[in-house]
């Protein structure tokens, strides 16, 4: 009998506690998690607020925004997939890319997009992108800090002394600028893609996975409705 009453207090116990780490995860993860730390004000973001970073133009009224982070497995999937199929989207549709780090979840992920803010300073977007492309390329899970993507993003520029100032200085600035921004846009998680027709938000897909996106570029490829 003892025995048995102390059975069941452990399981008791024990299933309170699994209940409770799992509010916890879903606290955090949807509390986000994905912003800067920090005060905001919910206002109107624009579609283009002159310092985008743009994988490509078209000639077109359709923009497709997309909101990333350097240490999401998704943003990862959806970028090199991008890298692999542009020939088919890049005449569509314009691409802008803005930074959105995951600071509790991917606290690394901050520091790489000082990094790739940095490069785009001395290099410009494409010089950003193929730095992107890099740590999208050769990253790994167990990687404890940021080290090696530093030395990527070294090789894409050529002042070292003004990319170090600049990735505690300006670059970070901007950086927490423009997650503040996608906050108040109402952005809280990675990736998330916003699209503009004529300078209007007409559909917005959170944390969405590369079978949606690829849906989504072959709709606006072939011209058919959202």
Known sequence: MYYLSHKKFFLSTLTLLSFAGILIFFY???TNSDSIEGEYQKNSVPMSNGDDHYRWKANTDVTVINYFSADCPHCREIFLWEDEYRKLYESKFTLIYRHSPLPKIQPLSVEKAFFAECVYRQ??????FNF???VFTYYKKDQSDNEWARLFAEKHITRIEEFNSCVVGEGRDSVVAETK???AHEVYSTPTISVFKAEEEVLRL???EINSVRRLYDSLRTNSSL
Do not use: H, Q, V, W
């Open 206 to 208: 959170n944390r969405t």
């Open 123 to 128: 290099s410009g977007d494409e010089g950003m």
């Open 132 to 134: 992107i492309k890099d």
């Open 181 to 183: 921004n996608a906050l």
């Open 28 to 30: 955090f993860y949807s």
